[in-house]
T-cell receptor, first 113, second 114 residues
Framework: DVKVTQSSRYLVKRTGEKVFLECVQDMDHENMFWYRQDPGLGLRLIYFSYDVKMKEKGDIPEGYSVSREKKERFSLILESASTNQTSMYLC????????????FGQGTRLTVV | AQSVTQLGSHVSVSEGALVLLRCNYSSSVPPYLFWYVQYPNQGLQLLLKYTTGATLVKGINGFEAEFKKSETSFHLTKPSAHMSDAAEYFCAVSELGSARQLTFGSGTQLTVLP
């Protein structure tokens, strides 16, 4: 069964902290994505990666960075967390050549206080 | 550039009634279209997808959607709503030849009334 696992379901962090959100997929997918979900705004793409050590900015990359050292793992980094980064974060993966059907993790609800 | 518009951020139906969730897209090339469902505090699960071929697509849980190129629409329907259908539904589009990401609509929260 297809599986995308996010390391935490809920996180509470303080303003200014460096925050790491981890995502692992077991499907050998080439493409991995980080989305942010806010009420009324749907899902907005932060960053994506189509290969190890490759990354591309999405629609809202400011305040975020990513790391993909291994094919199965894609990390989202908040360099200095701010209260406006309080949100639900969703990781997804897809295989090239499958009409980009994405498989999602359970989400991490991050609260920055 | 591709985009998706979902009409109605909240839809309420009675149990047993028809469910209709609307989605219109904008794409400069033939699109791939998806509907995802999200239950509370969960990730997104694929309901159905249109890539090529038959324009009426059947998905899980009795849902179906019809791709209408002339109307640039991909509305989601289910003949008879069940309480367990209460969730948020997202329409998404990707384009052949584009970068490999999906563009999502803003979502429609479906409430099913007893």
């Amino acid at each position: 069964d297809v599986k995308v696992t996010q390391s935490s379901r809920y996180l509470v962090k303080r303003t200014g902290e460096k925050v790491f959100l981890e995502c692992v997929q077991d499907m050998d997918h080439e493409n991995m994505f980080w989305y942010r979900q806010d009420p009324g705004l749907g899902l907005r793409l932060i960053y994506f990666s189509y290969d190890v050590k490759m990354k591309e900015k999405g629609d809202i990359p400011e305040g975020y960075s990513v790391s993909r050292e291994k094919k199965e793992r894609f990390s989202l980094i908040l360099e200095s967390a701010s209260t406006n980064q309080t949100s639900m974060y969703l990781c997804a993966s897809s295989a090239t050549g499958t009409q980009f059907e994405a498989f999602f993790g359970q989400g991490t609800r991050l609260t920055v206080v | 550039a591709q985009s998706v518009t979902q009409l109605g951020s909240h839809v309420s139906v009675s149990e047993g009634a028809l469910v209709l969730l609307r989605c219109n897209y904008s794409s400069s090339v033939p699109p791939y279209l998806f509907w995802y469902v999200q239950y509370p505090n969960q990730g997104l699960q694929l309901l159905l997808k249109y890539t090529t071929g038959a324009t009426l697509v059947k998905g899980i849980n009795g849902f179906e959607a019809e791709f209408k190129k002339s109307e640039t629409s991909f509305h989601l329907t289910k003949p008879s709503a069940h309480m367990s259908d209460a969730a948020e539904y997202f329409c998404a589009v990707s384009e052949l030849g584009s970068a490999r990401q999906l563009t999502f609509g803003s979502g429609t929260q479906l409430t099913v009334l007893p």
